[in-house]
Protein backbone atom coordinates (compact mmCIF):
# COMPACT_ATOMS: atom_id res chain seq x y z
CA UNK A 1 0.00 0.00 0.00
CA UNK A 2 1.51 3.49 -0.87
CA UNK A 3 2.10 6.18 1.26
CA UNK A 4 0.54 9.38 1.45
CA UNK A 5 2.57 12.52 2.57
CA UNK A 6 0.32 15.00 3.53
CA UNK A 7 3.24 18.12 3.44
CA UNK A 8 4.01 17.97 -0.47
CA UNK A 9 5.35 21.74 -1.24
CA UNK A 10 8.63 20.40 -0.20
CA UNK A 11 9.07 17.59 -2.26
CA UNK A 12 11.38 17.14 -4.89
CA UNK A 13 9.73 14.06 -6.65
CA UNK A 14 7.16 11.39 -5.61
CA UNK A 15 7.35 7.88 -6.53
CA UNK A 16 4.80 5.01 -5.81
CA UNK A 17 6.72 1.42 -6.01
CA UNK A 18 4.90 -1.67 -7.48
CA UNK A 19 2.55 -3.62 -5.02
CA UNK A 20 -0.42 -5.66 -5.61
CA UNK A 21 -4.58 -4.16 -6.12
CA UNK A 22 -6.99 -6.17 -4.76
CA UNK A 23 -7.31 -8.98 -7.68
CA UNK A 24 -3.31 -9.39 -6.62
CA UNK A 25 -2.27 -8.27 -10.28
CA UNK A 26 1.14 -6.24 -9.76
CA UNK A 27 0.73 -2.34 -10.02
CA UNK A 28 2.59 -0.18 -12.10
CA UNK A 29 5.12 2.00 -10.69
CA UNK A 30 4.70 6.01 -11.19
CA UNK A 31 7.55 8.67 -10.52
CA UNK A 32 6.42 12.01 -10.58
CA UNK A 33 9.46 15.38 -10.40
CA UNK A 34 9.39 19.21 -10.91
CA UNK A 35 11.75 21.02 -13.18
CA UNK A 36 13.42 24.64 -14.35
CA UNK A 37 16.20 25.56 -16.83
CA UNK A 38 17.00 28.83 -18.04
CA UNK A 39 18.30 29.38 -21.11
CA UNK A 40 19.49 32.32 -23.24
CA UNK A 41 20.13 31.12 -26.66
CA UNK A 42 18.58 29.07 -29.32
CA UNK A 43 20.89 25.71 -28.80
CA UNK A 44 18.85 22.69 -27.78
CA UNK A 45 19.19 22.01 -23.65
CA UNK A 46 18.79 19.29 -21.18
CA UNK A 47 15.99 20.99 -18.64
CA UNK A 48 16.47 17.08 -17.03
CA UNK A 49 17.51 13.81 -17.30
CA UNK A 50 15.61 10.62 -16.33
CA UNK A 51 17.69 7.55 -15.92
CA UNK A 52 15.31 4.21 -15.83
CA UNK A 53 16.14 1.65 -13.39
CA UNK A 54 13.67 -1.35 -14.87
CA UNK A 55 14.37 -4.25 -15.52
CA UNK A 56 15.04 -5.75 -19.31
CA UNK A 57 12.13 -5.68 -20.93
CA UNK A 58 10.14 -3.55 -18.98
CA UNK A 59 8.03 -1.17 -20.34
CA UNK A 60 7.72 2.72 -19.44
CA UNK A 61 5.48 5.80 -20.48
CA UNK A 62 7.17 9.37 -20.17
CA UNK A 63 4.73 12.46 -19.90
CA UNK A 64 5.77 15.77 -19.73
CA UNK A 65 3.94 19.13 -19.13
CA UNK A 66 6.67 22.44 -20.17
CA UNK A 67 5.39 26.39 -19.81
CA UNK A 68 8.14 28.72 -21.08
CA UNK A 69 7.81 32.18 -19.78
CA UNK A 70 10.13 35.25 -20.89
CA UNK A 71 11.47 37.26 -17.97
CA UNK A 72 14.03 39.69 -19.34
CA UNK A 73 10.72 41.29 -21.31
CA UNK A 74 7.30 40.42 -19.77
CA UNK A 75 4.25 38.92 -21.94
CA UNK A 76 5.75 35.49 -23.99
CA UNK A 77 4.88 32.38 -22.83
CA UNK A 78 4.18 29.09 -24.74
CA UNK A 79 3.23 25.64 -23.49
CA UNK A 80 4.34 21.94 -24.64
CA UNK A 81 2.67 18.41 -23.83
CA UNK A 82 4.88 15.57 -24.56
CA UNK A 83 4.53 11.98 -24.33
CA UNK A 84 6.80 8.72 -25.15
CA UNK A 85 6.94 5.02 -24.90
CA UNK A 86 9.83 2.87 -24.20
CA UNK A 87 11.25 -0.62 -23.97
CA UNK A 88 14.19 -1.61 -22.06
CA UNK A 89 16.30 -3.82 -24.07
CA UNK A 90 19.76 -4.32 -22.78
CA UNK A 91 21.75 -1.42 -22.18
CA UNK A 92 19.21 0.87 -24.67
CA UNK A 93 15.87 1.93 -24.76
CA UNK A 94 13.44 0.79 -28.21
CA UNK A 95 10.43 3.51 -28.92
CA UNK A 96 7.72 1.83 -28.59
CA UNK A 97 4.94 3.08 -31.69
CA UNK A 98 5.75 5.66 -33.98
CA UNK A 99 9.62 5.62 -32.37
CA UNK A 100 9.35 9.50 -32.18
CA UNK A 101 8.05 10.75 -29.07
CA UNK A 102 4.61 12.53 -29.68
CA UNK A 103 3.92 16.73 -29.02
CA UNK A 104 0.64 16.30 -27.70
CA UNK A 105 0.50 20.48 -27.31
CA UNK A 106 2.81 22.91 -28.89
CA UNK A 107 3.96 21.71 -32.78
CA UNK A 108 6.41 23.79 -34.22
CA UNK A 109 3.71 24.40 -36.69
CA UNK A 110 0.79 25.32 -34.21
CA UNK A 111 1.38 29.15 -32.93
CA UNK A 112 -1.79 28.47 -30.65
CA UNK A 113 0.21 26.69 -27.70
CA UNK A 114 1.97 30.20 -27.43
CA UNK A 115 2.15 34.29 -27.72
CA UNK A 116 2.92 35.55 -31.03
CA UNK A 117 6.88 36.16 -29.87
CA UNK A 118 7.42 32.52 -28.75
CA UNK A 119 6.63 30.54 -32.18
CA UNK A 120 10.27 29.18 -32.27
CA UNK A 121 10.70 28.18 -29.05
CA UNK A 122 10.52 24.15 -28.52
CA UNK A 123 10.50 21.26 -25.91
CA UNK A 124 10.94 17.56 -27.16
CA UNK A 125 11.19 14.44 -25.27
CA UNK A 126 14.99 12.70 -26.06
CA UNK A 127 15.49 8.81 -25.51
CA UNK A 128 18.18 7.86 -27.58
CA UNK A 129 20.77 7.66 -25.16
CA UNK A 130 21.47 4.56 -23.17
CA UNK A 131 18.50 3.75 -20.92
CA UNK A 132 18.49 8.05 -20.54
CA UNK A 133 15.44 10.42 -21.46
CA UNK A 134 15.97 13.65 -21.83
CA UNK A 135 13.25 16.82 -21.78
CA UNK A 136 15.12 18.93 -25.04
CA UNK A 137 13.77 22.87 -24.59
CA UNK A 138 15.01 25.17 -27.41
CA UNK A 139 14.78 29.46 -26.79
CA UNK A 140 15.68 32.23 -28.36
CA UNK A 141 18.76 34.37 -28.87
CA UNK A 142 19.50 37.42 -26.67
CA UNK A 143 16.21 35.95 -24.89
CA UNK A 144 15.88 35.17 -21.21
CA UNK A 145 13.54 32.31 -20.68
CA UNK A 146 12.43 30.36 -18.05
CA UNK A 147 11.43 26.71 -18.87
CA UNK A 148 9.09 24.55 -15.63
CA UNK A 149 7.62 21.52 -16.27
CA UNK A 150 6.37 18.27 -14.77
CA UNK A 151 7.80 15.08 -15.71
CA UNK A 152 5.36 11.69 -14.79
CA UNK A 153 6.80 8.37 -15.41
CA UNK A 154 4.24 5.14 -15.62
CA UNK A 155 6.72 1.86 -15.59
CA UNK A 156 5.09 -1.36 -16.09
CA UNK A 157 7.71 -4.14 -14.84
CA UNK A 158 7.58 -7.97 -16.72
Known amino acids: MAK??????????L???GGTDADSQKKPSTFTERFGKKTTTNTPAA???????????????V??????????????????????????SGSSLV????GTPEVLIG???????????????RAALDGTSGLT????????NAKTIQWG??????EVQP
Not at 4 to 13: F, G, V, W, Y
Not at 53 to 61: E, I, K, N, P, R
Not at 149 to 154: H, N, T
Open 63 to 88: TCSVTANRTDVAGTTAKFTMQGTWRR
Open 107 to 121: EPTDATHCDGGATSW
Open 47 to 61: AYTYTTAVADGATFT
Open 133 to 140: VRVIVTGE
Open 95 to 98: AVGS
Open 149 to 154: GVIEVL
Open 15 to 17: TYR
Open 4 to 13: RIAKTSDLEA
